[in-house]
T-cell receptor
């Protein structure tokens, strides 16, 4: 497809379960970002990949959050032992170049609800 | 740390009326400024951006924003809104030397017929 896709679009998890959220960036895009968007808030940065290298993970809220992009394309955000405060929309964005102010193209997000 | 303030959480207007969505940011030596729009059930889309040069930037659908360094503002304006402009609008700032945006909490523009 032409845009960034994310799956699943909706995920309901029981507290304590592990979840994995997938992002398919635009083909050939070097940069990939993950954001967390709580209800009524703007997106907040979680982590950044340049190809397969995770260059910045300063926004990950705890060591329960883990992200990877092993082949420099698809990325997975994993949350272990989910908590209610993890409920949010998780957004993925990609841009064509590395470390610049290039336009970021966002996916539709995955809405995670932790019961 | 950079911060972005969008004072208005909701802005209701009538169709064909003008609108201004306000955005202020904490000062920095240099910044790059963005407005994103999010339609229901869709991802954020870039509306317009200021990187350098002319302080007035325009989008293809009639929105414009002006970078005001002295007031640390980047307000978004449109002289005549349409029903289809109903959406959530986010202002974002990237500090010079960085590539990570800081977003405001968003303003919901609601256009009534």
């Amino acid at each position: 497809g032409a845009g960034v896709s994310q799956s699943p679009r909706y995920k309901v998890a029981k507290r304590g379960q592990d979840v994995a959220l997938r992002c398919d960036p635009i083909s050939g895009h070097v940069s990939l970002f993950w954001y967390q968007q709580a209800l009524g808030q703007g997106p907040e940065f979680l982590t950044y990949f340049q190809n397969e290298a995770q260059l910045d993970k300063s926004g990950l809220p705890s060591d329960r959050f883990f992200a990877e992009r092993p082949e420099g394309s698809v990325s997975t955000l994993k949350i272990q032992r989910t908590q209610q405060e993890d409920s949010a929309v998780y957004l993925c964005a990609s841009s064509s170049r590395a470390g610049t102010t290039d336009t970021q193209y966002f996916g539709p997000g995955t809405r995670l609800t932790v019961l | 740390a950079q911060s972005v303030t969008q004072l208005d959480s909701q802005v209701p207007v009538f169709e064909e009326a003008p609108v201004e969505l306000r955005c202020n940011y904490s000062s920095s030596v240099s910044v790059y400024l963005f407005w994103y729009v999010q339609y229901p059930n869709q991802g954020l889309q870039l509306l317009l951006k200021y990187l350098s040069g002319s302080t007035l930037v325009e989008s293809i659908n009639g929105f414009e924003a002006e970078f005001n360094k002295s007031q640390t503002s980047f307000h978004l304006r449109k002289p005549s809104v349409h029903i289809s402009d109903t959406a959530e609008y986010f202002c974002a700032v990237i500090k010079g030397g960085s590539y990570i945006p800081t977003f405001g909490r968003g303003t919901s523009l609601i256009v009534h017929p």
